[in-house]
């Protein structure tokens, strides 16, 4: 007889933690279901939570912002990935988000921001821009605020620590969490969803100590350098395939939250050809399983095309002083852009390709900023940078050549560049001012920033689109209307707030905000 539940919860990341915590705390006997150990992509992230509208940590700051103001900024980058209630909900929640967190013993500090631009701060701060509020044309529309809730832990721990404390509140809440189960089917009974068939490996065979050894092993570096270690996941698939079991287990209401789909190529393939060069950023588990049995209940998806890539050029802060241009020479956009903001114009408009231009001055000016504006991880890529990963030249046509630039195109966009610096007119892109210096001195460098560049400065990226949802309560909207019957969708496995644009933070924000959805409505 299958084990019975009132909410089953697929995956067990910030979202499916969440829908868990949610859920428990409506009195709901609640079983969490996780292909690997749990955490997910949130345990491997930088921990950052995009929050704002007047968050403690702001105030902390004194730094002003509120709900108009939040809503101003975020209603550019989320268009129309959900409605304007929707939208307007989660603006007026935010700062309610960030103490919900509190509650289950995640911590937050405000205080200062760093005076330089970066994609993630040292351990001085834990509260930043961490998105595109200071740039053209965001800041035209609402007034900058720092949003980037940095999770307290030192170095890249903080998301491990930000699902640690999730997970520890759910276990305390009664939540049964079982490891290495991956649910292959949906029970249905008269048109309703009331349970789950999965496989799963139990904890105490041989097999699943060498899997965890594994796994553990390659965890960090398959988030950013798959390639490297794809024979040692094969090797723990194997382990994985030879002794899991066949189980069930029953509730009236399951969610679904195992992410999107960025491993499985085929599907990036058909839906977003434009990213098929980047790499998996996420864990094997973003493989579409979950938006596949969504599908299979009757579901249907949108935003499948949208895929957030990561060509961060900063920090150190000097290095979005430099100009960014195809193989035509022309200009990318402005480089004071989120990372993943800028890297969609490149992949859509330039084919994935490009390079970033420095001067002499430029180049030293970036080597004086990494001991200050830098974590550990940040400079390892550096090295790779400073050394083989760059190319230089006594002039910028010679520069061009070397790269397979057009140097009469390239020659044309510094020429406008300087001459709107140097006019007082500014830069033709419209960089922050307090970014641009011209560019006139040699020798000149060039990175090359294209998605398929070098295995050790990938481009990573996930997939934003999925299962399209209710927005009121988060069930899987049914293809011939109304919704499936005792399912749910949550974080990347459902279309939400970062469906359309990502900045740091905003997915991490969307899945706590999706999962309390899902589990408070499962749960009544």
């Given amino acids: 007889m299958a084990d019975e539940y009132d909410v089953i919860v697929v995956g067990f990341g910030a979202a499916g933690a969440a829908a868990a915590i949610e859920a428990a705390d409506r009195g709901a006997r609640v079983l969490a279901l996780d292909r690997g150990y749990g955490g997910g992509a949130t345990a491997l992230s930088g921990g950052i939570i995009y929050a704002g509208a007047g968050t403690a940590e702001q105030h902390a700051g004194g730094h002003t912002d509120s709900v108009d103001n939040l809503r101003a900024y975020l209603t550019q980058e989320v268009g129309d990935a959900v409605g304007e209630d929707t939208l307007t909900r989660f603006c ?153 079991v066949q189980t069930e287990a029953r509730a009236p209401s399951v969610i679904l939250a195992a992410g999107g789909f960025i491993f499985n190529r085929e599907w990036v393939q058909a839906h977003a050809p434009e990213f098929t060069k980047i790499s998996p950023l996420c864990t094997a588990g973003d493989d579409g399983n979950g938006i596949t049995l969504g599908l299979d209940a009757g579901g249907f998806t949108d935003k499948m095309g949208n895929v957030a890539a990561w060509r961060f050029l900063a920090p150190p802060s000097a290095f979005l002083e430099g100009l960014t241009v195809g193989a035509d020479g022309l200009r990318i956009t402005n480089e004071d852009l989120y990372g993943a903001t800028h890297s969609t114009v490149m992949m859509r408009e330039f084919g994935g390709t490009g390079w970033a231009i420095y001067d002499a001055r430029t180049w030293a000016k970036i080597r004086g900023q990494v001991r200050t504006q830098t974590q550990l991880f940040q400079r390892l890529q550096l090295i790779y940078l400073f050394t083989t990963g760059h190319r230089k030249s006594s002039t910028l046509e010679g520069l061009a050549r070397k790269n397979g630039i ?11 560049y300087n001459s709107g610096i140097v006019s007082g007119t500014g830069d033709p892109a419209h960089k922050d001012p307090g970014l641009c210096a011209p560019m006139t001195t040699g020798p000149f460098y060039s990175i090359d920033i294209s998605a398929a560049s070098s295995m050790f400065y990938p481009v990573p990226g996930l997939t934003l689109g999925g299962l399209v949802v209710d927005e009121k309560t988060g069930e899987v909207m049914h293809r011939a209307g109304g919704t499936v019957a005792g399912l749910y969708a949550v974080g990347r496995t459902a279309v939400g707030i970062c469906s359309n644009s990502y900045v740091s933070g905003l997915s991490l924000s969307d899945c706590v905000f999706s999962g309390r959805r899902a589990g408070a409505h499962a749960a009544g």
């Fill in 92 to 244: 007026a929640e935010s700062p309610g988000l960030i103490e919900w967190l509190k509650a289950q013993g995640v911590e937050f500090r405000g205080g200062p921001v760093s005076s330089y631009k970066t994609s993630y701060p040292t351990d001085d701060f834990y509260l930043y821009y961490s998105g595109n509020e200071k740039a053209y044309p965001y800041a035209q529309h609402a007034a900058p605020a720092p949003r980037g809730h940095r999770v307290l832990a030192p170095g890249m721990s903080s998301g491990r620590v930000l699902y640690e404390r999730l997970r520890d509140s759910a276990k305390a809440k009664g939540v049964t969490v079982i490891p290495l189960a991956r649910v292959h089917g949906l029970i249905t009974d008269a048109g309703r969803v009331v349970g789950v068939r999965y496989r799963v490996l139990d904890q105490g065979h041989p097999n699943a100590h060498r899997h965890r050894v594994l796994t553990r092993a390659t965890a960090k570096l398959g988030t950013w350098m798959p390639g490297l270690v794809n024979g040692v996941v094969a090797r723990a698939e194997r382990l994985w395939a030879e002794a899991a």
């Fill in 406 to 416: 057009d140097p009469a195109g390239l020659r044309r966009t510094v020429d406008a």
